[in-house]
């Protein structure tokens, strides 16, 4: 059984300062954790339940702490594709961008890569 973390279309970082909210309507927002990013999706740690294709949507403020990379701003939609157990007492799900503008993903594309590569010649 091939391993669905394993294949990816898009590099992670952990390395990005990311400020997110979700909303599960798009009116009431709750802060969540972000401890790793990628231009296709993101991994979250909350209180909240959610259930596995369940819709949601991110406001968020995304610092790849480069030096003159200004910080950016991205709203998106996204799907829960999996649960991932429990951590620090938290919920961990894996999200899946289901609706992001190309320029956004693009851009945290770049971004992506250009910490990928800081951090791995550092």
């Known amino acids: 059984m091939e391993d669905v973390?394993?294949?990816?279309?898009?590099?992670?970082?952990?390395?990005?300062?990311?400020?997110?909210r979700i909303s599960k309507d798009g009116r009431v927002w709750n802060e969540v954790k972000v401890p790793n990013i990628a231009a296709g999706g993101l991994l979250i740690h909350t209180d909240q339940d959610f259930t596995c294709g369940e819709e949601v949507w991110f406001d968020m403020k995304i610092d790849p702490r480069i030096a003159r990379i200004v910080p950016i701003s991205v709203k998106t939609k996204g799907?829960?594709?999996?649960?991932?157990?429990?951590?620090?007492?938290?919920?961990?799900?894996?999200?899946?961008?289901?609706?992001?503008?190309?320029?956004?993903?693009?851009?945290?594309?770049?971004?992506?890569?250009?910490?990928?590569?800081?951090?791995?010649?550092s």
């Open 79 to 121: 799907i829960v594709r999996v649960e991932r157990g429990d951590y620090a007492d938290q919920h961990q799900y894996a999200i899946t961008f289901t609706e992001i503008s190309s320029g956004d993903q693009i851009r945290l594309d770049e971004l992506v890569h250009m910490a990928a590569h800081k951090y791995r010649d």
């Open 5 to 20: 973390f394993t294949k990816r279309d898009y590099v992670r970082t952990n390395n990005f300062s990311v400020s997110a």
